[in-house]
Every structure is written in structure tokens, then in C-alpha cells.
């Protein structure tokens, strides 16, 4: 499995898909968010600033987006097939 080449990098939302289930960033990346997290990013908006990060304690959702604008943070796995 490839690691995200934009970890540990400032981004911007591009779009929240299926009522939070997945966020995709202005690079084209995708990720699927852990459900238990849904509630959250699906208040997200478009052109809000992220950082992205790994999250070593659950390998199945390695990545965390922090949310800079509403000082949130959810569990994601990158979806690869999707950029």
C-alpha cells in the first residue's frame, strides 16, 4: 500500500461526497471517512483548510484530516484508485 504523497501537508476541500463519507481534497485525493466521524465531516465546506497526518493507532483508517476552520480532526483512509 502507498502512503498519501500529500501527508503532513496544508490542503483545501474540494467537495464532501455521500452525506460525509468521503472528502476529497483540491489535489483530486480522496478519502473514505470512519463512520463514527461521518457526523462531523459532513458539516464540512468546501474551501476549508486542512492538514493531513498519518494515525499510527488505527491501520484501518492510517490518515487524519484536521479541519483548521472548525478545529476538528476525523480517521480516513486514502482512496487510490480515486485521484
Known amino acids: 500500500m502507498a502512503e498519501y504523497?500529500?501527508?503532513?501537508?496544508?490542503?483545501?476541500?474540494?467537495?464532501?461526497?455521500d452525506k460525509g463519507a468521503v472528502v476529497c481534497l483540491e489535489d483530486?485525493?480522496?478519502?473514505?471517512v470512519?463512520?463514527?466521524?461521518?457526523?462531523?465531516?459532513?458539516m464540512w465546506k468546501v474551501d476549508?483548510?486542512?492538514i493531513t497526518k498519518p494515525n499510527?493507532?488505527?491501520?484501518?483508517?492510517?490518515y487524519k484530516l484536521i479541519n483548521i476552520h472548525l478545529n476538528e480532526q476525523i480517521?480516513?483512509?486514502?482512496?487510490?484508485d480515486e485521484e
Open 5 to 17: 504523497p500529500g501527508l503532513k501537508q496544508g490542503h483545501v476541500v474540494a467537495s464532501v461526497k
Open 28 to 32: 483530486g485525493a480522496c478519502f473514505k
Open 34 to 42: 470512519y463512520s463514527g466521524f461521518q457526523s462531523k465531516s459532513r
Open 48 to 50: 476549508h483548510m486542512i
Open 56 to 62: 499510527p493507532k488505527n491501520p484501518e483508517h492510517p
Open 75 to 80: 480517521e480516513v483512509d486514502w482512496l487510490e
